[in-house]
T-cell receptor
Framework: NAGVTQTPKFQVLKTGQSMTLQCAQDMNHNSMYWYRQDPGMGLRLIYY???????DKGEVPDGYNVSRLKKQNFLLGLESAAPSQTSVYFC?????????????FGEGSWLTVV | GENVEQHPSTLSVQEGDSAVIKCTYSDSASNYFPWYKQELGKGPQLIIDIRSNVGEKKDQRIAVTLNKTAKHFSLHITETQPEDSAVYFCAASHATGNQFYFGTGTSLTVIP
C-alpha cells in the first residue's frame, strides 16, 4: 500500500550543483505532478504530466526539468541549484485526465540549497 | 486561470468548539473541490471533497458546503480535538483538465 513514494526525503545541495528528485506511484495513475511548498504560499505547481511521455509547465517551472519515461515514475531535475530553490517538494498523482479525480500526495522531499 | 483564496490563515479554537475555514474560487468551470489536512512533516492527505452537483457533504465531524453562485466553499469541523491541529488546504479542480489550484492554507490549533 505504498501509494506515492518520493526519494530522497532530505537533501542539502551547494549552489550550482544538480540533482534529481525521484517519484514513483503504484496506483497505475495517468497524471503526475510536482509541487513546491513555501511558507505562506501554499502549493505551487512546477510541472505536471498528463500521461507517460508528456509533460507541461506549471506556475513555477524555471530552473527545473522533468521526465516521464515510465508511467509510474516522474523525475524532477534541478539543473543548477539556487538558494531560492530551498523548499519542500511534493510529488502527486491522480487516476486520469478528466476533472474530479482525487489527487494523492507523497510524503515530501526537503531540499536545502546553501 | 483559476484563483483560490483561503481564509483565515491561522485559527485557534478551544477543544470542543467548531472551526470554519472558507475558500473562494474565480472560475465558474471548476467542478471539484477537495480539502486536505497536512500534519507536520507529512504530505497533504484528502479529508473530504465535494463536487459541483452537491451543496453539502458530511463525514462524521467534518462537513463541506458549496455555494456555486457565490463561488465559495467552506470546511466545518465540529467538536474539535487536539489531533485536528494541522494545516488545512482547499483546492479547486478545473473542469477542462487535470490541474488543481490550491489555497494558501489555514493553520488550525486546537487548544486543550
Amino acid at each position: 500500500n505504498a501509494g506515492v513514494t518520493q526519494t530522497p526525503k532530505f537533501q542539502v545541495l551547494k549552489t550550482g550543483q544538480s540533482m534529481t528528485l525521484q517519484c514513483a506511484q503504484d496506483m497505475n495513475h495517468n497524471s503526475m505532478y510536482w509541487y513546491r511548498q513555501d511558507p505562506g504560499m501554499g502549493l505551487r505547481l512546477i510541472y505536471y504530466s498528463a500521461s507517460e511521455g508528456t509533460t507541461d509547465k506549471g506556475e513555477v517551472p524555471d530552473g527545473y526539468n522533468v521526465s516521464r519515461l515510465k508511467k509510474q515514475n516522474f523525475l524532477l531535475g534541478l539543473e543548477s541549484a539556487a538558494p531560492s530553490q530551498t523548499s519542500v517538494y511534493f510529488c502527486a498523482s491522480t487516476p486520469g485526465t478528466t476533472s474530479g479525480n482525487t489527487i494523492y500526495f507523497g510524503e515530501g522531499s526537503w531540499l536545502t540549497v546553501v | 486561470g483559476e484563483n483560490v483564496e483561503q481564509h483565515p490563515s491561522t485559527l485557534s479554537v478551544q477543544e470542543g468548539d467548531s472551526a470554519v475555514i472558507k475558500c473562494t474560487y474565480s472560475d465558474s468551470a471548476s467542478n471539484y473541490f477537495p480539502w486536505y489536512k497536512q500534519e507536520l512533516g507529512k504530505g497533504p492527505q484528502l479529508i473530504i471533497d465535494i463536487r459541483s452537483n452537491v451543496g453539502e457533504k458530511k463525514d462524521q465531524r467534518i462537513a463541506v458546503t458549496l455555494n456555486k453562485t457565490a463561488k465559495h466553499f467552506s470546511l466545518h469541523i465540529t467538536e474539535t480535538q487536539p489531533e485536528d491541529s494541522a494545516v488545512y488546504f482547499c483546492a479547486a479542480s478545473h473542469a477542462t483538465g487535470n490541474q488543481f489550484y490550491f489555497g494558501t492554507g489555514t493553520s488550525l490549533t486546537v487548544i486543550p
